[in-house]
């Protein structure tokens, strides 16, 4: 199983990046995914997710209307458009991947995905 996070990198306040996430390994469309983030010195924070058909999208309250999760089946592969980018969005951000029989799709819990990818690094300068 891997997921295989991609897309950070150093942006200005007001900037966009989009991040990608592929994964290999285990049946795609039968999870939900997610996205969190870590900042130094925090824990993991929910940032969003989505169901296996792309249909359902949650978004924690700082980034909903900033940022826009979807997901490609055929590519087994999901995305996070960040746009309009805060210093407060600093973060490593991973994506995790969530049977949709044992967990409620949406979860904010980090303990209920099963599946991690390694992180990448997200900086907005001020």
């Known amino acids: 199983v891997q997921l295989q996070a991609s897309g950070g990198g150093l942006v200005q306040a007001g900037g966009s990046l989009e991040l990608s996430c592929t994964a290999s390994g285990f049946s795609f469309r039968t999870y939900s995914l997610a996205w969190f983030r870590q900042a130094p010195g925090k824990e993991r924070e929910f940032v969003a997710a989505i169901d296996w058909a792309g249909d359902m999208t949650f978004y924690e309250d700082s980034v909903q209307g900033r940022f826009t999760m979807s997901r490609d089946n055929a590519k087994n592969a999901v995305y996070l458009q960040m746009n309009s980018l805060e210093p407060e969005d600093t973060a490593i951000y991973y994506c995790?991947?969530?049977?949709?029989?044992?967990?409620?799709?949406?979860?904010?819990?980090?303990?209920?995905?099963?599946?991690w990818g390694q992180g990448t690094q997200v900086t907005v300068s001020s």
């Open positions: 995790a991947a969530a049977s949709t029989a044992t967990t409620i799709v949406g979860s904010w819990k980090p303990h209920e995905y099963s599946y």
